[in-house]
């Protein structure tokens, strides 16, 4: 792995500023209508394309529309509907665990609370963050995904690999007002700019601030 390189703070906030100017537009990528399908497809996402989980979600959310049908759902018929994302039959487990838990719980209503969030089946930070923004425009983390893993050690923005830890280091260096994208930024610069293998640093818009630059 390469050496980690933590960016100056004012650096960091330029770097953050930076790209939040050039992916205004980046938001989430998954296709929902309300709260429960955005768990369930936020559920099925771990791991897993979101091109996959887009195509797929349709057919699923048009036999599956409400908590009941979740809780009263053939496992194995559900499975069918899911089985291209990867671990599928323990994502089929703990939806329909979530759903009973929201059913008799919280009266049938996807909670808006974090730590409810967290009590459920499946759910860690990333996914309650990913609720609670998208489903009810409540902000209080960042979504800490597998773009925000890496390329918060890529730029310097934290040296550490596990999210709960770099959603800690993130909140302390990205103004608030930015966290409800963040994450979106980073995937959408992820996917133009800075790839896995080659990054494109030669076009990149912190190329005079990221300790990487040309290094990867
Ligand atoms: S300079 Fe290169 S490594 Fe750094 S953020 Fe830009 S593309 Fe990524």
Not at 46 to 65: C, H
Not at 89 to 115: A, F, H, L, T
Request: charge should be positive; aromatic fraction near 8%.
């Amino acid at each position: 792995m390469p050496e980690f390189i933590l960016l100056e703070r004012n650096k960091a906030e330029k770097a953050i500023e930076t790209l939040e100017n050039k992916y205004k537009n980046a938001g989430y990528y998954l296709n929902f209508n309300g709260a429960l399908e955005l768990l369930v497809a936020a559920i099925l996402s771990a791991q897993t394309k979101d091109t996959v989980v887009n195509e797929l979600t349709p057919s699923l959310f048009k036999k599956y529309k409400k908590i009941d049908d979740f809780t009263a759902a053939d496992p194995n018929e559900l499975l069918s509907y899911v089985k291209r994302v990867s671990f599928a039959e323990n994502k089929v487990k703990n939806i329909m665990s979530c759903c009973k838990i929201i059913k008799d719980k919280y009266n049938g209503k996807v909670p808006d609370k974090m730590e409810d969030l967290l009590s459920l089946p499946g759910v860690g930070r990333k996914t309650a963050n990913t609720v609670l923004i998208n489903a009810f425009g409540i902000v209080e983390g960042i979504p800490v995904d597998t773009w925000v893993i890496k390329l918060s050690y890529r730029i310097g923005l934290s040296k550490s690999k596990k999210p709960d830890d770099i959603e800690n280091d993130l909140k302390g260096l990205v103004d608030k007002k930015y966290w409800k994208n963040f994450a979106y930024v980073l995937k959408e610069h992820g996917h133009q700019i800075c790839q896995s293998i080659k990054p494109k640093c030669e076009i990149c818009p912190i190329k005079e601030i990221c300790p990487k630059n040309g290094v990867n």
